[in-house]
């Protein structure tokens, strides 16, 4: 059964910086990619921000965070973390990890193709 925990998360002022992690078990292999997606306070949307793909070093950013965000993974501790700097209010959200299904091998950062969600991990930027 896959399970997916997120950590991470808190309170920081704009500018600073938080580093968010998932801890990832049971069958998650190479054909799929992990994604960062957030949710923001009134938004029913879920919107993805980096994805990494399974087993490799490819990642791909939404516009919004190229720059800022960084995805990595440790595939001995099935680990995935997300180094955010240079924070922003607009940046607050519910962060989930999810593992996604590569439609034709592509990462893509989607809701419509997750496989697993984590229950999700609060960050509060101040301004």
């Known amino acids: 059964q896959v399970q997916l925990v997120e950590s991470g998360g808190g309170s920081v002022q704009a500018g600073g910086s938080l580093r968010l992690s998932c801890a990832y078990s049971g069958y998650i292999d190479s054909s799929y990619c992990m994604v960062w997606f957030r949710q923001a306070p009134g938004n029913e949307r879920r919107e993805g921000v980096a994805g990494i793909y399974v087993g490799r070093d490819d990642t791909v950013y939404d516009d919004s965070v190229k720059g800022r965000f960084t995805i990595s993974q440790d595939s001995v501790k099935n680990t995935i973390s997300l180094q955010m700097n240079s924070l922003k209010p607009e940046d607050a959200a519910m962060y989930y990890c999810?593992?996604?299904?590569?439609?034709?091998?592509?990462?893509?950062?989607?809701?419509?193709?997750?496989?697993?969600w984590g229950q999700g991990t609060q960050v509060t930027v101040s301004s």
């Open positions: 999810a593992a996604v299904t590569r439609r034709f091998g592509i990462c893509r950062l989607s809701v419509a193709n997750v496989y697993f």
